[in-house]
């Protein structure tokens, strides 16, 4: 037994030892000079939360890579604090009709020294819609002429997608309607440039490291320690490099964020988001920040479920509306961050001019619960339903299976049974899974949630349209869609407008949702550093004006 | 020999190929798909169901598996998608394997130490002391025991950086953090065996021949009751070197330990498989040597095995 023992330690410690042999013997020395190098540089440091899974524009799709991708791509147009500048087009023109975009492209460099052609652009939403590049995010294209049909199949000639380097120096593009918001939704990752010769080379492994990428933007990705750490630098190529102020971005991969709160509190990171349990404390401290990430919650009704008629009932729904407390429910579940969601539409969605919430102030459901109102509604629906007694009416909840999932659903049901006497069972499940029910529309309500693909009402309201890609409600109703359908042809952006906000009060008078809350985040930053962005839509945080001036 | 070596070689690949054949089928059990997104619509997932394969009959997808897996191709990551499932154990293994030979030498030692230290001073404040540690570290989880760690030696004393790997100073708190557990249990078991071999009949023998009792305890005492700690240490080994999910991801240490629970939460089904073969191979390739030069140290094993 002894020997067998000893001879099993030492077989694993050398095959260990095989495995690791090939690994980096960490690079101490260079390592301290590059800090010694630093106290002369501008160096930001954030933590995010996991790695960055893929880096390729025409692939990624998660909030990392939008948000490295910002810095280290340039796409034909920026965004920044919610507005269009140019980026690698100079400048633009815009058809009579409004579908047909003309873009100037400056002069610019890939970080191999090659010009950003027009051309580089036409490759890259032509992959993105390519069905065999597989872009779980194609949907961003299907605004350009046969740009859906192309991805789906329905043609095969990718020259008949509706985008067209006319010269070297000048992209067309053509779009099926009137799109309001198609400018910003060019500096979206899935439209930045790639090099054809570039991406051919590198073949399946594009993007797979730092130098298996092409950049344009503010900075460079210099290093890709995978799961560990990026490195980004200022790009001395960059066309508006005067404008950066940092040197260096620093980004190590840290999932606790109870670790990144330790880290910070240590000096090791310049900004951070602050755990729930530090919330308070950090507000009593006047040093909480907090911003809309851009998600919505909300409970979506299957008005098709078999034996559960109240859940096709618009009053009975109403009633649940009603009987929720949305301030209590964000106090207890969220700690006191985010935003009872009174209406459906996120209030900074930008409108015609202003936002929309400004040019559309609506207000369906009360921040705190109204259970008068709820009991009127409820007592309307039993009517309708022929029923008696409120505690036939019987549904399961559909959620996650968090501890704060638990939590959330615990207190719905609660209030509810509070408030109108309706006893409602949780069904807890991993998020994949009720993703799968929700497609299957296996669910009686599910909590659910969005978030905004681009900076316009629309990506919340076309979700419930009959026939609608996520629309697994069953709810179907004729004069939504027209009001959809008017709004997402029209040219008259006022008159687009009207039509959604009278699209959103039908929705949460006759539709299948009942909106929660919109989510906030807590964050704190040193002193120092300034002109950081943080986004409820696109790359956030938006780090590339951002300075440390007296950090050292 | 080889007879013995080719029988031994045999079963180990059976039962690498049994492991692989119900991970494959029964990670598609799990419901859901690897492609279901909130944003995703039905037609492309369809694309994507297509560009990895997953549309033909799950015989042909198992057949092509394993013939990939011969050639050594645990096939790309679904969800790091242009990364392979080789390049992230290339990649990840060496640190948690680091960081697990420092934790097993650190606990052997300490452990040990401990051990003898109470048996030495049973029933007396030392021993209570050590033994109360041992409990401590038993009982206390590394998601306790690391953020506490990170507190007082990071943030209150600024000895310490309170995360990451990048050089000695920073792996001083997850190998204590991830040691903790055999040191305990290493301890314990030192001081049992300690005391049983006190009462053996060549400790009073050596106790007759007027050794004294210095020399009593290191020639006699402790070499014959560290067997039974080496025994365990087998198992403790090869749990500490394939990576940890708690210690790695409290100290932001970029090891393996993650790989297996978020491919199983992402269903990323060629992660998932990769991670089974792997920890399989790793330890049915151990037991093999280990199988192979026990046979040669003890022939009757060579002969009874066949």
Request: charge should be neutral; charged fraction near 0%; avoid cysteine.
């Given at each position: 037994m002894l020997r067998k023992s000893l001879a099993l330690i030492l077989t694993l410690l050398l095959v260990a030892g095989i495995f690791t042999g090939c690994s980096q013997q960490s690079t101490n020395q260079t390592e301290s000079k590059q800090q010694q190098e630093q106290l002369k540089e501008k160096e930001l440091v954030f933590a995010i939360g996991a790695e960055v899974p893929n880096l390729d524009p025409q692939k990624a799709t998660d909030t990392y890579a939008i948000m490295i991708g910002n810095a280290v791509f340039e796409g034909l147009v920026r965004v920044y604090d919610g507005k269009v500048y140019p980026g690698m087009a100079e400048k633009w023109e815009v058809s009579e009709d409004k579908k047909t975009y003309t873009f100037h492209l400056r002069d610019a460099k890939w970080s191999d020294g090659s010009p950003v052609t027009a051309y580089d652009f036409e490759y890259a939403i032509k992959r993105l819609l390519d069905p065999k590049t597989a872009s779980e995010y194609a949907f961003q294209g299907y605004y350009i002429v046969n740009g859906e049909e192309y991805n789906t199949g329905k043609i095969t000639d990718p020259n008949q997608v509706g985008v067209k380097a006319i010269d070297e120096k000048t992209l067309e593009i053509k779009l099926n309607v009137p799109v309001k918001y198609f400018e910003s939704l060019l500096s979206f990752i899935s439209f930045m440039p790639v090099k054809k010769e570039f991406v051919e080379k590198m073949g399946e492994k594009f993007a797979a490291d730092a130098d298996k990428l092409l950049y344009n933007g503010p900075f460079i990705l210099k290093e890709w320690k995978h799961e560990q750490e990026l490195i980004l630098e200022k790009n001395p190529n960059y066309w508006n490099k005067d404008a950066i102020k940092l040197d260096r971005v620093r980004i190590p991969i840290v999932q606790e964020v109870n670790t990144a709160w330790q880290m910070y509190e240590n000096g090791e990171l310049d900004f951070v988001g602050i755990p729930p349990e530090f919330v308070e404390q950090v507000k009593n401290e006047g040093k909480a920040l907090f911003y809309y990430d851009g998600a919505e919650f909300y409970l979506q009704f299957n008005v098709k479920k078999d034996g559960k008629p109240w859940l096709a009932n618009e009053n009975f729904r109403k009633a649940v509306g009603f009987a929720l407390d949305r301030e209590d429910y964000i106090k207890a579940?969220?700690?006191?961050v985010s935003d009872p969601a009174t209406r459906y539409v996120l209030p900074l969605l930008s409108g015609v001019e202003k936002k929309f919430a400004e040019e559309y102030p609506y207000e369906f459901y009360p921040k705190k619960a109204d259970p008068a109102k709820a009991k009127e509604y409820l007592d309307k629906a039993l009517k309708e339903l022929n029923l008696s007694d409120p505690s036939k009416i019987k549904f399961e909840l559909l959620t996650d299976d968090s501890s704060r999932a638990k939590m959330s659903a615990e207190i719905i049901q609660d209030m509810l049974r509070k408030n109108l006497g309706i006893e409602m069972t949780i069904k807890q499940v991993p998020f994949k899974q009720r993703l799968e029910l929700m497609n299957k529309s296996d669910y009686d309500v599910v909590f659910a949630g969005w978030g905004p693909d681009y900076d316009d009402p629309m990506t919340y309201l076309d979700l419930w349209v009959t026939g609608g890609g996520h629309n697994n409600t069953g709810w179907s109703n004729k004069e939504y869609d027209e009001l959809i359908k008017f709004a997402k042809t029209t040219g008259d952006f006022k008159k687009r407008a009207d039509a959604m906000f009278e699209a959103e009060k039908l929705l949460l008078e006759k539709g299948p949702i009942v909106p929660v809350y919109f989510r906030q985040r807590a964050w704190t930053k040193k002193d120092y550093v300034t002109g950081l962005v943080r986004n409820f839509i696109g790359p956030d945080p938006d780090f590339i004006y951002a300075d440390v001036e007296g950090k050292n | 020999m080889a007879r013995y070596i080719l029988n031994r070689l045999v079963i180990s690949l059976i039962t690498a190929w049994v492991l692989v054949t119900i991970v494959f089928f029964l990670v598609r059990l799990l419901p859901g798909d690897p492609f279901l997104s909130e944003k995703v619509t039905p037609e492309i997932k369809q694309n994507m169901i297509k560009y990895y394969g997953f549309d033909k009959p799950l015989h042909i997808q198992y057949i092509r598996y394993i013939s990939n897996l011969l050639k050594g191709d645990l096939g790309y990551s679904l969800r790091y998608k242009n990364r392979t499932v080789n390049e992230v154990i290339k990649q990840a293994f060496p640190y948690s394997a680091d960081l697990g030979i420092r934790a097993v030498i650190f606990a052997t030692i300490v452990g040990i130490t401990l051990g003898i230290i109470a048996a030495l001073n049973r029933n007396k404040p030392l021993d209570y002391l050590s033994m109360f540690i041992a409990i401590v570290g038993i009982s206390v989880p590394g998601f306790v025991i690391g953020p506490l760690l990170q507190y007082i030696f990071a943030i209150k004393l600024k000895l310490l950086p309170v995360a990451q790997w990048k050089g000695f100073a920073y792996t001083i708190m997850p190998t204590f953090a991830l040691s903790l557990g055999s040191i305990a249990l290493i301890a314990r078991l030192m001081r049992a065996s300690m005391l049983d071999v006190v009462n053996q009949d060549y400790i009073k023998t050596a106790k007759s021949k007027g050794l004294s009792p210095t020399q009593i305890v290191w020639k006699h005492q402790i070499r014959n009751a560290i067997l039974p700690v080496i025994t365990v240490l087998g198992p403790v080994t090869a749990t500490l070197l394939t990576g940890t999910f708690v210690i790695e991801q409290i100290f932001a240490i970029p090891g393996l330990g993650k790989f297996y629970i978020l491919g199983i939460q992402n269903l990323d089904y060629s992660m998932v498989l990769g991670m089974t073969v792997f920890y399989g191979l790793f330890l049915i390739a151990a037991n093999f040597i280990v199988d192979i030069i026990y046979g040669i140290i003890d022939p009757r094993i060579r002969i009874g095995g066949k």
């Open positions: 579940v969220l700690g006191g | -």
